[in-house]
């Protein structure tokens, strides 16, 4: 006799977890395949390299597969689910920078994701969780791309930026600000000569230099004293 099955969705799962998911172990989790059909850009050429990007795969080896299609041929896609969104966006980047002359579509949507749940007492049905997953589609072309589409983005000029050490405003730098306001460290002597630095953003050069007049002009006068008392003692 097949047990039934009850269908629910994560949230309604969710509530019931703390009461009853101890008496469930996991299951079968069936993702929805990822399909040409189903990705939501138009402009899909007929040739393209798919890079399906998951939480556990390698940055260097998907770049390096990516690249060495890129100097052959035009497009690259990559797809990217859940966790590994953001790995897919940092490839799509890292890309970007070595290719200067790329177009971009970037379009969001959902993978539905099914999951169950089977009873580990006796009396209960199994759970069916249905849930939906982030997922990122990014198309990177060498060709130039529909601008009117949504989520388009021309080629950046990043020679600016690069070899001249200078941004766009005309600063050195991008910490410029810290750079003009910065001041060397500067050394100052003490009144046996030995050379002490200390942070000129802290102490002022200009007061040390009274302190360390108006200790030499005492010790002077002090040893002056000592030698006038010395003569009208003898």
């Not at 939906?132 to 072309?141: G, N």
């Not at 000029?157 to 941004?167: E, M, R, V």
């Not at 050394?187 to 108006?214: C, I, L, M, Y």
Request: proline letters at 5%; one cysteine or more; glycine letters at 6%.
């Amino acid at each position: 006799m097949q047990s039934n099955q009850i269908t629910a969705t994560f949230a309604q799962v969710s509530k019931l977890y703390v009461f009853k998911m101890e008496k469930y172990t996991k299951g079968k989790c069936i993702e929805e395949p990822l399909e040409r059909s189903r990705v939501p850009i138009d402009c899909l050429p007929e040739t393209f390299l798919w890079m399906k990007v998951k939480p556990n795969s390698k940055l260097r080896n998907l770049l390096g597969l990516a690249t060495n299609f890129l100097k052959d041929e035009q497009v690259v896609l990559w797809t990217g689910s859940g966790p590994a969104v953001i790995k897919a966006i940092s490839c799509a980047e890292i890309m970007k920078r070595k290719f200067n002359n790329l177009h971009q579509i970037t379009k969001l949507c959902f993978r539905k994701v099914t999951e169950t749940w089977d009873p580990i007492s006796d009396g209960l049905d199994e759970l069916v969780v249905e849930r939906e997953v982030p997922t990122i589609h990014i198309l990177l072309s060498k060709d130039a791309l529909d601008s009117n589409e949504l989520g388009y983005q021309p080629p950046g000029d990043s020679k600016a930026f690069q070899g001249s050490g200078q941004n766009p405003k005309g600063k050195n730098s991008i910490h410029s600000g810290r750079a003009r306001n910065y001041q060397p460290r500067q050394k100052k002597v003490t009144a046996t000569g030995k050379e002490v630095k200390f942070n000129s953003k802290f102490d002022d050069p200009k007061r040390f230099t009274e302190q360390r007049d108006e200790k030499i002009l005492k010790r002077k006068r002090e040893s002056e004293c000592e030698a006038n008392n010395g003569s009208l003692k003898q």
